[in-house]
Every structure is written in structure tokens, then in C-alpha cells.
């Protein structure tokens, strides 16, 4: 069956390093990707698109890649800080007969000082 | 603001109760979502709105479920005889679309307690 997987196990980091999460998808070819930010209590908030033709984006500190071969995202947070600690999550349309995202479930990134 | 918004924010309720959530969505936005997302889980899609009509339901959503957007603007999702297993966060989203491409701008969710 179509999934989306990201890994489950939180992410410590110390500050100031690289943080890098990865996102794993089965069958479908997505025509773009997309990474959202939650903070605990509150609703996700939209982060990167990258497209299927593309291989890399950045924005600020940002940065994503998408491999459509290997069916893998990569999420990388150059210079962390503790304010980067929140859980990061993955998207994309699974099926070419449905509109809405289908969400990974996410991976908790721990920043310390 | 003018952001996504839902209301109420939590909603503590006893088994076999009805329960309704409203979002009001970004106001330029055609697209509406409803997600539901549980600890330690992504959201999960229950059903999506463009204008005022419901063109994608989820399994996820039995009969119990209802959802409604009159005229194209805010939402309602109704949840009747609750049970234990529906307590989650619900969250709303609206968009639209362009070039192909859509990001979705999340309230911050009605969280639900079944007791």
C-alpha cells in the first residue's frame, strides 16, 4: 500500500550543527513535495514545496531536496537554534485520483543549547 | 487576523453526545479541509470542500460525520454519538489553488475529549 514514512525517533541535535530528516515514500510519483513546521498545541504551517523537477530548494536556513528515483525528501536546517525545536512534517498527494495531502507522521527535532 | 480559525478551541464531551466544530477559513481562499490527527501521528485527511462543495470524503469518515459549508465560506463538522475513539484534534485548512500547486493554512485545531 502507498505510504509515506519519516522516522519516529526524535531528533537531538546540539545548536549550531545541521539538522537532517528524511521522508520516504512507496508507488506514487508526486508532481511536488511539501514540508510543514508544528509547534506542540497548534496546526502545521506550511515550510518548502519543492517540485518534481526539482532537486533542491533553499529558503534561509532551509533546505530541501527530493529524489524521485530514490522516492526520499531530504529536510535540512543549517545553524540550528533551540527555536528550530518543533515536529517537521512531510507531504504530498498520493494517488492521482485525490486532491488532498497525505501527511507523514512526522519527526520531532530537539535542538539544545 | 486574518488567519484560520476554529472554534472552540477544546471541547470535553461524554460518550453518545453530539458535538459540532466551526472553521472560518482565510476569506480568499475556495478550498476547505477538514484533517484529524491523534499524538504522535500525522494529520489524517477526513474530507475537503471547494466552495461549497464536498468533492473528497475519507473512510476515515463514517456516518457519524457530518460536514457542511454554506455559501462557500466557514465549515462545520458534526460528530454524533461520540465515542472514546474519537477523541483527537481536528483541524481545519483552506487554499487555493494555483499553477497546478497548493499550500494549506491550518487553524489551530478544536481538540475533543471523549470521556
Known amino acids: 500500500s502507498q505510504k509515506i514514512e519519516q522516522n519516529s525517533e526524535a531528533l537531538n541535535i546540539q545548536e549550531g550543527k545541521t539538522a537532517t530528516l528524511t521522508c520516504n515514500y512507496t508507488?506514487?510519483?508526486?508532481?511536488?513535495l511539501q514540508w510543514y513546521r508544528q509547534d506542540p498545541g497548534r496546526g502545521p504551517v506550511f515550510l518548502l514545496l519543492?517540485?518534481?523537477?526539482?532537486k533542491e530548494k533553499r529558503k534561509e536556513r532551509l533546505k530541501v531536496t527530493f529524489d524521485t528515483t530514490l522516492k526520499q525528501s531530504l529536510f535540512h536546517i543549517t545553524a540550528s537554534q533551540p527555536a528550530d525545536s518543533a515536529t517537521y512534517l512531510c507531504?504530498?498527494?498520493?494517488?492521482?485520483?485525490?486532491?488532498?495531502?497525505?501527511f507523514g507522521s512526522g519527526t520531532r527535532l530537539q535542538v539544545q543549547p | 487576523d486574518t488567519g484560520v480559525s476554529q472554534d472552540p478551541r477544546h471541547k470535553i464531551t461524554k460518550r453518545g453526545q453530539n458535538v459540532t466544530f466551526r472553521c472560518d477559513p482565510i476569506?480568499?481562499?475556495?478550498?476547505l479541509y477538514w484533517y484529524r490527527q491523534t499524538l504522535g501521528q500525522g494529520p489524517e485527511f477526513l474530507t475537503y470542500?471547494?466552495?461549497?462543495?464536498?468533492?473528497?470524503k475519507s473512510r476515515l469518515l463514517s456516518d457519524r460525520f457530518s460536514a457542511e459549508r454554506p455559501k462557500g465560506s466557514f465549515s462545520t463538522l458534526e460528530i454524533q454519538r461520540t465515542e472514546q475513539g474519537d477523541s483527537a484534534m481536528y483541524l481545519c485548512?483552506?487554499?487555493?489553488?494555483?499553477?497546478?500547486?497548493?499550500?494549506?493554512?491550518f487553524g489551530s485545531g478544536t481538540q475533543l475529549s471523549v470521556l
Open positions: 507531504a504530498l498527494i498520493m494517488d492521482t485520483g485525490r486532491r488532498a495531502l497525505t
Open positions: 470542500f471547494q466552495n461549497e462543495a464536498q468533492l473528497e
Open positions: 519543492i517540485r518534481e523537477n526539482e
Open positions: 476569506s480568499e481562499h475556495n478550498r
Open positions: 508507488n506514487y510519483s508526486p508532481a511536488y
Open positions: 485548512a483552506s487554499s487555493f489553488l494555483r499553477q497546478g500547486e497548493e499550500k494549506l493554512f
